[in-house]
C-alpha cells in the first residue's frame, strides 16, 4: 500500500510505536540518519522497553519522549509513524492513526487471518495512510532482477530459499498462533512471498507443507519450516519457497530459469 506522505522541505517530527529489536536495531537508526526528521516520541507498553531505548540512544534522552499508551504519540502531532508491534496489535493501531490522518509504515503482516484482513482493509483510508514494511519492491537489486526477467525468454521455473539455524525457532509473542497469525511463512516468508508475486503476479494454484519441532520443554503452535509450490496454468511456469529457521545453514537466495537464460542470486543478480 502507498502512504500519502511527501517531503516537503521540512523537517517531520516521527513517531515510532513498538521499542523491540527491528525498531532498536533498524527503524529508530534509520530515523535518527536522516536530516529531515526529528524523532519527538516512542511508545511502548513495556516501561523496561523506555530503559532500553535510552541505553541504546543516550543522546535522546531529555529530547524524545516515551510513553506507554501509543495514543500519546498521535497528541504529539506526529506527520508520520512508524509501527512495530506483537501481530495482534496492529489493527487498533493502524484504525487510530487512520482515523487521525497520520500515515504510517507498519511491519508485516498486513493481517493474521482473511477476516482480519478484510476488517483491516475496510477502515477508512487504510490504502491512503498505511504502508507494509516490504522493502525488497525498493532495493535496487531487486529492481535490477526484476527487469531481467523479460531477458530470460519464456520462464519455466523459479525457486527461493530462506533458511536460518536459531537456537530457538520461536520465542515470546512469536510462539503462538493466535497471537502472531503464523510462523516462518508469516514472517520470514513474507518478503519472499511479496517479491515472487510482484515478479510473476499471484500464482492460480498453491500447495504448502509444514513442520513444527516444538517439544514439551519448549511448546508452541506455529510452523518453523515450510516448503510451498506455486503453479501459474496459463504460463507454464512452476516454482519452489523452501523456508525454515531450524536448519544447519543459513541461506537466502533465488534462481529463475528461462528459455534464453538462467538467473540467481541472493540480492545481486547473475545470468548464465
Same mark, same amino acid.
Given at each position: ?8 522541505? +521540512? $523537517? ?22 536522516? +536530516? ?20 541504546? %540512544? ?14 500519546? &504519540?498521535?497528541?504529539?502531532?506526529? #506527520?508520520?509513524?512508524? /509501527? !512495530? ?5 496492529? %489493527?487498533?493501531?493502524?484504525? !487510530?492513526? =487512520? ?8 511491519? +508485516? ?20 495512510? =498505511? ?28 525457486? !527461493?530459499?530462506? &533458511? ?11 510462539? %503462538?498462533?493466535?497471537?502472531?497469525? *503464523?510462523?516462518?511463512?508469516? #514472517? ?19 500447495? !504448502? ?5 516444538? &517439544? ?10 515450510? &516448503?510451498? /509450490? ?11 519457497? /523452501?523456508?525454515?529457521? =531450524? $536448519? *544447519?545453514?543459513?541461506?537466502? *537466495?533465488?534462481?529463475?530459469? *528461462? ?14
Amino acid at each position: 500500500m502507498s502512504s500519502s506522505l511527501r517531503f516537503s522541505g +521540512k $523537517t517531520l517530527r516521527a513517531g515510532v510505536i513498538g521499542l523491540g529489536r527491528q525498531s532498536v536495531n533498524d527503524h529508530i537508526p534509520a530515523l535518527l540518519r536522516r +536530516k529531515d526528521v526529528e524523532l519527538v516520541c516512542v511508545s511502548d507498553v513495556n516501561v523496561s522497553a523506555h530503559e532500553n531505548f535510552y541505553n541504546a %540512544f543516550p543522546d535522546l534522552k531529555g529530547k524524545t519522549k516515551a510513553f506507554q499508551n501509543f495514543q500519546e &504519540t498521535i497528541k504529539e502531532g506526529v #506527520d508520520f509513524v512508524v /509501527v !512495530a508491534i506483537p501481530h495482534d496489535q496492529y %489493527f487498533e493501531v493502524s484504525k !487510530a492513526l =487512520c482515523q487521525n490522518k497520520i500515515p504510517f509504515m507498519k511491519e +508485516k503482516p498486513f493481517a493474521r487471518t482473511l477476516d482480519e484482513a478484510i476488517a483491516m482493509a475496510s477502515i477508512n483510508d487504510i490504502e491512503k495512510y =498505511c504502508f507494509i514494511c516490504t522493502q525488497r519492491r525498493f532495493h535496487p537489486l531487486y529492481e535490477k532482477a526484476h527487469e531481467a526477467l523479460d531477458s530470460l525468454g519464456k520462464l519455466a521455473s523459479f525457486n !527461493a530459499i530462506y &533458511t536460518l539455524n536459531l537456537p530457538q525457532p520461536a520465542s515470546g509473542w512469536r510462539k %503462538f498462533t493466535d497471537v502472531c497469525g *503464523g510462523g516462518v511463512i508469516i #514472517d520470514m516468508g513474507y518478503h519472499i512471498i511479496d517479491q515472487l508475486i510482484w515478479w510473476f503476479g499471484y500464482p492460480d494454484d498453491i500447495h !504448502a507443507k509444514i513442520s513444527n519441532l516444538s &517439544t514439551e520443554e519448549d511448546l508452541y503452535d506455529t510452523e518453523d519450516s515450510a &516448503t510451498i /509450490v506455486f503453479s501459474y496454468y496459463d504460463a507454464g511456469l512452476q516454482g519452489s519457497i /523452501v523456508l525454515s529457521r =531450524c $536448519t *544447519g545453514v543459513k541461506a537466502e *537466495g533465488y534462481q529463475v530459469s *528461462g528459455a534464453k537464460r538462467f538467473m540467481e542470486g541472493g540480492k545481486n543478480p547473475t545470468f548464465y
